[in-house]
């Protein structure tokens, strides 16, 4: 079945430094998502990206979308600790409706 | 607009015993989703329902995991019985419609299985 994985598993930042996290699909996306989880919330929606080599922007959050529709990134500027949490990557299979959720990246910032 | 809500928010039973969830989905969205998540381990689906009918259960572990959404509102996911491995938190989720829509997620139940 398709798998979703995310480097790296953990990042601790100071506060103000950037911080990257990357996904790989194991198979060929329809689209991708992002969610955050704050410690003992649930996910919440970031975004979506549909277009092979799409980048949005969320004020201080770039995402893209590879060319090939199968890795995705996140990327934060200067971070604050309002940021801390974990970042899903969640991918959709062209062939079926499931989406399917790699192990996050759990993000601290030290003041 | 209000969210997804479920209950109980915490559940602590012994294992063999049986348990229950309940999900209420936001207003209006026809799809609805049934999380597991173990700590430390991203959300991996256990059933999606279209209404009331079942799109995707293939993860479901049948022997012992059963989820209905009659009427095609309100759903609930039972564990009969429960294994100390079916420890983690229970999400449900709901969207408009499948597929690539933005799924709202609701606050959980973390159940503990002694």
């Known amino acids: 079945g398709q798998q979703v994985m995310q480097i790296p598993q953990y990042q601790h930042v100071q506060e103000g430094e950037d911080f990257t996290t990357y996904c790989n699909s194991s198979t060929t996306l329809s689209n991708i998502q992002w969610y955050k989880q704050r410690p003992g919330g649930h996910p919440v929606f970031l975004i979506q990206l549909v277009k092979s080599g799409e980048v949005k922007k969320q004020k201080r959050l770039t995402f893209q979308f590879g060319e090939a529709k199968k890795n995705s990134s996140l990327h934060i500027t200067a971070t604050q600790t309002t940021d801390v949490g974990t970042y899903f990557c969640a991918g959709l299979e062209t062939s079926g409706s499931r989406l399917t959720f790699g192990e996050g990246t759990q993000l601290t910032v030290n003041p | 607009e209000a969210g997804v809500a479920q209950s109980p928010r915490y559940k602590i039973i012994e294992k063999r015993q049986s348990v229950a969830f309940w999900c209420n989905p936001i207003s209006g969205h026809a799809t609805l989703y049934w999380y597991q998540q173990i700590l430390g381990q991203g959300p991996k689906l256990l059933i999606q329902?279209?209404?009331?009918?079942?799109?995707?259960d293939s993860q479901l572990p049948k022997d012992r995991f059963s989820a209905e959404r009659l009427k095609g509102v309100d759903s609930t996911l039972k564990i009969q019985p429960a294994k100390l491995e079916d420890s983690a938190v229970y999400l449900c989720?709901?969207?408009?419609?499948?597929?690539?829509?933005?799924?709202?997620f609701g606050p959980g139940t973390r159940l503990t299985v002694t």
């Open positions: 329902f279209q209404n009331n009918g079942v799109v995707d």
């Open positions: 989720a709901s969207s408009l419609y499948r597929g690539g829509y933005e799924q709202y």
